[in-house]
């Protein structure tokens, strides 16, 4: 990989050394970065790690992040570090994004969301991507933008770090939807409806929240609403073609490699949506399933006889 635009090095701490962790330390490594990772079974203290960072990167996965950012809450952080998240979750108890409780708990740090169609085994193999960083500081995301920029890995910047956070959250559940349409082979016809309903959906969610339109259609929204609802290398995808072909979800994430947010996601979502009054039939319909309440078969055949209604109504 080349790095497209000489930077000075930075000393970039990456948390989590899961599937995305390890692939963004290699990115920014092959750019000629400082990179250190620690792993809760790590022999590196958080300390260690962080001391001196220009940039802190969580890869924790949702569950995580909370204990995560209160342990290094108490640590001597440099004024300079800028906070980077990547998870794509959402915390059940406050309904926060990654960013909120880094922001809440950092409230003097830049925090910049990166965000994209990045399925980690394709960038480990050096396939061409892009992706999106985005806070509500310009130089905090220009200089996230430059740290992992290369000839493999286009990355663009963008203003709306809610809009980028919520569009790689919320493509997690219509991806199991796309699993189970996949597995229940029901057709390209089919599949299109559902992404492109899928995505009507997100946006309807997203502007209750506060995010931009627009925003979702972008990489970070239909960009990784494509990627993961047609690839079976999406965890979040594989939960919901296996619970077609007849798995049950316990038996799926027993043998699931990493984590498929989605499940914990469109729990979160539904609280949300009868709280407010938001009207998600996929999600709906994907968290009756994920509880048992429902088969696939039946999951679909609710969805196609819903009343009949205008394509726009946001
Ligand atoms: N894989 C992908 O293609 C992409 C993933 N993402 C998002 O990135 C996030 C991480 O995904 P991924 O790397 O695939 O997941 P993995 O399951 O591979 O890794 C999760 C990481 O979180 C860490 N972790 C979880 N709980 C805790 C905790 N309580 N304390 C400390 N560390 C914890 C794990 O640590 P340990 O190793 O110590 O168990 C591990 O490093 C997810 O939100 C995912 O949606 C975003 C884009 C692409
Ligand atoms: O978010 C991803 C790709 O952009 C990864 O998707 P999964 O978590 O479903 O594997």
Redesign the pocket.
Known sequence: MTNLKSTNSKSIAVL??????TGLASIAEANGHQVSIW???GSETLAEVVENADAIVS??????VR??ATQLHGLPIPPKAVFVT????LEPETISTPSQIWQETFPIHAVVVLSGP???KEIEMELPAATVVASRSKDAAELVQLVFSSSRFRVYTNSDPLGVELG?TLKNVIAIASGVCDGLQLGTNAKAALVTRGLTEMVRIGNFWGAKTETFYGLSGLGDLLATCNSPLSRNYQVGYQMACGKTLTEILTHLQ??A?GVNTCRVLMQRAKQRNISIPITEQVYRLLEGEVTPQQALDELMLRDIKPEYSY
């Open positions: 989590g050394a899961g599937a995305w962790g792993s809760r079974y890869a924790i996965s949702m569950k995580g204990e995560v990547v998870t794509k979750g990045n399925l980690s790689g990493g984590t947010e």
